[in-house]
């Protein structure tokens, strides 16, 4: 007889808890590490990462540490593409009012990935390709989507990828990103002064209850974004982003 906890098939809900666990931890543990941060057995891990990794959705390291699998990917994949297609009205909206380009980035492992991009209609605009992936600590959707992890998650993040700067605006040590992140907090939204590019500056906020770490985004040459666009732009992005949560978490 299946076994089902809540309405849900147990089976089905530990296993996505081996993979969030896994994935919270940088993608790989080892089935002891595993044991020490759920109540499970380990006969019933090693069984469930066994089937995982005769599906693909784990894979097991020669040193005998167990990895997300590549058919998370495609998964990952088309979860993003849907994630951009809900989006998609809300940044032409933006452009529409503010006349810059709107973003829709992600957290993907330890990087920013822009999901959906609404251009501004300007000849001389923000730019950024659709699959491109960007370090968290020196982009506006980066410094967004950190502040919705906590401490130990964000030093964990930049101790794997490094905080390398892009300009003399970024910011380059630990404690001083922490810092700044509390910021984002209390006021709501992260600016992009300069760090990622010179001459350009981005305002972005977080996506409040969405299904994983996201923000949206308003950027452009900082001749045009200045301080009063930005006191136009926050308002419409935080209501831009409790719609997409909205439309997000929406059961059908």
Do not use: W
């Amino acid at each position: 007889m299946t076994e089902r906890t809540t309405g849900g098939v147990q089976s089905v809900e530990r296993a996505f808890e081996l993979l969030d666990l896994m994935a919270d931890a940088g993608g790989t543990q080892t089935l002891s590490e595993l044991a020490n941060r759920t109540e499970l057995p380990p006969p019933t891990i090693h069984r469930l990462l066994r089937t995982l990794v005769g599906r693909g959705y784990v894979r097991q390291l020669p040193n005998r540490r167990y990895a997300l699998g590549p058919r998370l990917i495609r998964l990952g994949d088309g979860a993003n593409r849907q994630l951009g297609q809900i989006a998609e009205p809300y940044l032409a909206d933006l452009v529409g009012r503010l006349q810059e380009t709107a973003n829709l980035a992600v957290l993907d492992g330890d990087m920013v990935l822009y999901v959906a991009q609404v251009p501004s209609p300007h000849s001389v605009r923000m730019f950024t390709e659709i699959g491109r992936r960007a370090h968290t600590h020196d982009t506006g959707v980066g410094k967004a989507i950190l502040s919705q992890l906590d401490e130990p998650t964000v030093r964990s993040i930049v101790s794997r990828v490094g905080m390398p700067r892009a300009t003399e605006h970024s910011i380059g040590d630990p404690e001083e990103l922490v810092s700044h992140l509390s910021l984002i907090r209390e006021r709501g939204y992260s600016i992009d002064d300069n760090e990622q590019e010179i001459g350009v500056r981005c305002y972005a906020v977080p996506i409040p209850d969405a299904p994983t770490p996201t923000a949206v985004s308003v950027s452009g040459p900082q001749t045009r974004v200045d301080e009063a666009f930005g006191e136009r732009a926050v308002p419409l992005l935080l209501e831009a982003a409790e719609a997409i949560s909205r439309e997000m978490n929406r059961t059908v």
